[in-house]
């Protein structure tokens, strides 16, 4: 279940080292950001960011705009960029949901309505417990699952038949087991649902936990990742994200990440893309940006060009098989 | 105290003059937004925190909770002036504060509103100054099922006194779920209601409801009268501020119920309108003068901002305590608070007092000079209403529809604010009530949600809503709300058969 | 309220528009009933379904339909109180049909456009302001409207052609 290439964290420099000089088109208004996903969520987060580096440093004449279209589980804003073709000022951030919302709903988009312009980064998701339980290591937490027979356990997760409930799912199948999946509106709700201990894991992105695991009220089984998180300075008294076990280690034989990328309408000129790819080259150049990273332990790896476009069909197909295995694709009608 | 020397080293911290301008600037800011119907403060947040990257964070959370307090304020202007809920959790204010309009008493209504909004406020800060680090892990006893008795309190306390045809209510309140419930199922991720529309997937959103039913619905039944419907008799009065504020001292057990009512609200967190609801229908069923609910009665205005407000400002504590946003706003700080390189949580308190202290002072600071700018202008707003209707009728349908499109960026929703203007008119005329609607398009989805959770948590098993004190002492005064007017009538002839009996 | 007294033919009966709107909720609940029960509107083994409460939700909103339409229709040839008369009705969609014309407008050619037509149209014609008056009333919202969105606060609203010559 390989989904992503592991890439060293420096791949960001050289990127920016790399970026070449301005593209000949530039964009004459200013450039609608969509965003797939409401206010105050990671999506909206990474995508109001840019805005203020971008404005910060001058790294466009014309300013970033965001805007939420959040409806159907992001499927407003995927057919808003769908619907229009050709425009050379709306570029949109996307989720898991880019693959999700149309399998599970079977509302008409996919990526491929779209034009791929680069992947920003990859977003975590790791294995949380109370840290007052006794579940040290994912095997022994899996066990105990195992051991009390399916419907006893509650995982909390983000939303219906996306990642969370696709991991969830997953784990499920390698274990022989079920746990009762509860899903709730944001990830901060489900971080907080689990310290307040109405359900008993999460598969929580790090920066949605990171506050409850500093201050000793969760811990951190693994990452879901194929290789560790290479951020190796203190982010509790003991750990750093380094310092995380991956769920293959443990045992779990499972490995998710998030594309956190951008894609474009169908339908415009390579100049426009890669204007748009030089733009992030840049953001991601900065400091303000290595600091986020680091604070959400995200897995930097960067791709444009064809590349991109491979990791993203493979992506697809990735999640159309795991999401054909939970039974979660839309009925046909 | 150590929480007076901290809260004094807040103020030496908020008080320089940059920051005083950027508080201000993000209350008058603030204000805009909160008038203008649509660009909610969650919006009005998200907008401008980029601007803020170049700022110390404390600066930056200084101008972006004054935005906040701003919308705050200025959420009741337009509810008052025009039966147009500028905020969400204006809605409430405008069962009694437009009738209060009408009659010539806006004045008194935008005072009261406002005067109670920073009460709420200042009641909220206390708290949070004093009490923040003993009700911080209150959040955490709520679980799905805690929530849901919440919502049910909401409701219950809310149509519990309901007048006219009760099938028009249940109608009224039913449409209003049903509307709530298209769109995609956040349990099952299934779509509902949309039929192959894909316009339809994101729903009816609340706002777009109410800009119509209220607003354009309220155009039409004027329009009725004729063109020569002019104004409502305002006259502009300085002395209105003093005078409102001469009534609003016997007001006082409504304002301290409301300060409960919303600060409990914000803390679980509930969110601002919901608080709004329950104050009022808690205040009408409360007061002496419960039966003229709704037709001017400035108590009525008093409780659903006091509570607003109360709700609006607590709903920040579980944001910096916890990390989870207390309402739509709080969300876009907290992304706000990372972006800036601080996590909120726990240890924020430890970590960064500059920046938690200053933000608690510049929450004191914030409201009063909210208050100040927003009084200033009661005179003003209230002879916006001397503007002859010909000219403010185009004006209001102008405002309504830029405020329908920013909602969610759609063309749709203004087609839909039409639509919605026709049935308010209709219904308004056929005495089908339209707050339950409101009511339960607000709040259908979310009780929906957490119904079921808590129904996949248990099982199916409905003893989850007694499983514990908490849930079970909230679902069972959502209960006693329900029935309250059974009850003190049969506590009314209880009575009187103990009086008449030994006699 | 509606006058009592008013002639019954210039206008319509409160109890007719009543059984029309009965009609109307009645349908509505029809289909949100329909399509929940298509959904699945059962209690499964883990709570309800995605259709449950919007079943019954469409189940009750029929039921009150189909009462009102019962209440309504007992009172059909007593009760004579108007909705609305004729002339009423006139001045409602005095505002209603260049409101509609309006929100045309704004998917045609833009919002700015055409809150700067219907003001100045509406003040000048329905309000009988000057020509001059009218138009610099129409000017100053839709131009603020402008500044404070497009500008200001960057929140990008429905525009047309004349915008777009002017490169936004």
């Known amino acids: 279940m390989r989904i992503q290439r592991s890439v060293i964290a420096s791949a960001a420099l050289l990127a920016v080292a790399l970026a070449g000089p301005a593209a000949a088109w530039e964009p004459t208004k200013s450039v609608e950001f969509i965003i797939p996903a409401g206010t105050g969520g990671g999506a909206d987060q990474m995508a109001r960011f840019t805005q203020g580096v971008v404005a910060k440093h001058n790294l466009m004449k014309q300013s970033v705009v965001p805007i939420n279209k959040s409806g159907g589980a992001g499927a407003e804003g995927f057919l808003d960029v769908k619907a229009s073709k050709g425009d050379n000022h709306k570029i949109i951030i996307t989720l898991s949901n880019l693959f999700t919302t149309p399998l599970a709903t079977g509302v008409p988009f996919n990526w491929k309505d779209l034009t791929p312009v680069a992947m920003l980064a990859l977003d975590n998701f790791v294995l949380w417990v109370p840290a007052d339980t006794p579940f040290m290591s994912p095997k022994d937490y899996l066990e105990a699952v195992k051991k009390a027979g399916p419907n006893k356990f509650k995982m909390g997760g983000t939303g219906s038949k996306q990642e969370d409930q696709i991991i969830t799912v997953a784990i499920e199948k390698a274990y022989g087991t079920k746990f009762i999946y509860v899903p709730f509106k944001g990830g901060g709700e489900v971080a907080t649902q689990l310290v307040g201990k109405h359900v008993d894991s999460t598969v929580n992105n790090p920066i949605e936990a990171v506050a409850h695991w500093r201050s000793g009220k969760l811990r951190a089984l693994c990452v879901f990742d194929g290789n560790r998180m290479p951020y190796k300075d203190k982010v509790t008294a003991t750990m750093a994200w380094n310092d995380i076990p991956t769920c293959k280690e443990g045992g779990i034989p499972m490995e998710y990440t998030m594309l956190r990328g951008i894609f474009m309408p169908s339908g415009v000129s390579p100049d426009v893309v890669t204007f748009y790819v030089d733009l992030f080259k840049k953001v991601r150049g900065t400091a303000e940006w290595t600091k986020l990273m680091q604070d959400g332990a995200f897995n930097q790896t960067f791709m444009s060009g064809k590349e991109y476009v491979d990791w993203v069909a493979r992506a697809e197909n990735i999640h159309r098989e795991l999401m054909r295995d939970a039974g979660f694709l839309a009925v046909k009608k | 105290m150590e929480e007076i020397n901290a809260l004094f080293h807040g103020f030496t911290v908020a008080l320089t003059p940059f920051n005083l301008m950027l508080m201000f600037v993000g209350i008058i800011l603030g204000v805009i937004i909160g008038v203008l119907p649509g660009l909610g403060g969650a919006n009005g947040v998200a907008i401008l925190l980029p601007l803020t990257f170049s700022m110390p964070p404390t600066s930056a959370i200084i101008m972006l909770s004054c935005i906040y307090w701003g919308a705050l304020f200025g959420g009741a202007i337009t509810s008052i002036l025009f039966n147009i809920p500028g905020e969400p959790w204006s809605v409430a204010t405008t069962f009694d504060g437009y009738p209060m309009a009408q009659q010539g008493r806006a004045g008194e209504a935008l005072t009261g509103a406002f005067t109670s909004s920073f009460v709420g406020a200042l009641v909220a800060v206390l708290m949070f100054t004093f009490l923040a680090p003993l009700i911080a892990n209150f959040a955490l006893q709520f679980g799905p099922p805690e929530f849901f008795a919440v919502y049910l309190l909401t409701f219950c306390s809310f149509v519990g006194t309901g007048k006219g045809n009760p099938f028009k209510i249940v109608a009224s309140m039913m449409l209003g779920f049903a509307m709530a419930a298209v769109g995609i199922d956040i349990v099952t991720g299934q779509l509902r209601l949309t039929f192959g529309f894909t316009e339809l997937l994101s729903g009816f959103h609340f706002l777009v409801a109410v800009i119509g039913l209220f607003g354009i619905g309220e155009i039409l039944l004027s329009m009725e009268e004729g063109l020569s419907f002019s104004g409502h008799g305002a006259r502009i009065n300085p002395t209105i501020v003093l005078q409102t504020w001469a009534k609003l001292p016997r007001y006082w057990a409504t304002s301290i119920r409301s300060c409960l009512i919303g600060c409990w609200m914000g803390i679980i967190p509930g969110g601002a309108t919901p608080a709004s609801f329950m104050s009022y229908g808690v205040a009408r069923q409360m007061s002496r003068e419960g039966a003229k609910f709704g037709t001017g009665q400035l108590e009525g205005v008093v409780a659903p901002e006091t509570a607003a407000h109360a709700a609006g400002t607590s709903a920040l504590l579980p944001m910096i305590t916890l990390g989870i946003p207390g309402s739509p706003t709080a969300a876009v700080l907290l992304g706000g608070l990372m972006i800036w390189g601080l996590q909120p949580g726990p240890l924020l308190f430890v970590e960064q007092k500059d920046f938690v202290w200053g933000l608690i002072a510049s929450m004191y600071l914030g409201n009063i000079a909210g208050l100040i700018v927003v009084l200033t202008m009661v005179p003003l707003f209230a002879a916006i209403l001397r503007v002859p209707f010909p000219i403010i009728a185009p004006v209001i349908v102008v405002i309504c529809a830029i405020g329908a499109y920013t909602v969610k960026n759609n063309m749709l929703d203004v087609w839909m604010m039409v639509v919605f203007g026709v049935v308010g008119y209709a219904f308004r005329k056929l005495d089908y009530p339209l707050a339950p609607m409101v009511l339960a398009l607000v709040l259908g989805d979310s009780a929906e949600s957490s119904f079921r959770q808590s129904m996949l948590i248990a099982q199916g098993d409905l003893r989850v809503f007694f499983s514990n004190w908490l849930v079970g002492s909230l679902t069972g005064l959502a209960l006693v709300a329900l029935f309250w007017p059974l009850l003190s009538a049969g506590i009314t002839r209880l009575r009187a058969a103990l009086a008449a009996g030994p006699g | ?168």
């Not at chain 3, 407008?105 to 700015?112: D, E, R, S």
């Open chain 3, 1 to 168: 309220m509606a006058d009592n007294h008013g002639s019954a033919r210039a206008s319509a009966r409160t109890v007719v528009i009543d059984l029309v709107v009965a009609v109307l909720v009645f349908a509505l609940g029809a289909i949100v009933g329909y399509d929940s029960y298509r959904l699945g509107a059962s209690w499964g083994s883990d709570g309800p379904q995605a259709g449950y409460f919007p079943f019954y939700i469409g189940l009750l909103i029929c039921i009150c339909g189909a009462v009102v339409f019962v209440q309504s229709f007992v009172r059909l040839g007593t009760d004579r109180k108007v909705f609305v008369t004729a002339g009423q009705f006139k001045q409602v969609l005095v505002i209603l049909l260049p409101s509609a014309v309006y929100v045309f407008g704004v998917w045609l050619i833009g919002i700015y456009v055409s809150s700067l037509l219907f003001i100045t149209l509406f003040m000048s014609f329905a309000g009988h302001y000057g020509w001059l008056r009218s138009a610099a009333v129409g000017l100053a919202v839709s131009l603020s409207a402008f500044v404070m969105f497009e500008l200001w606060f960057k929140i990008p609203l429905p525009k047309g052609p004349v915008e777009r010559l002017l490169g936004f």
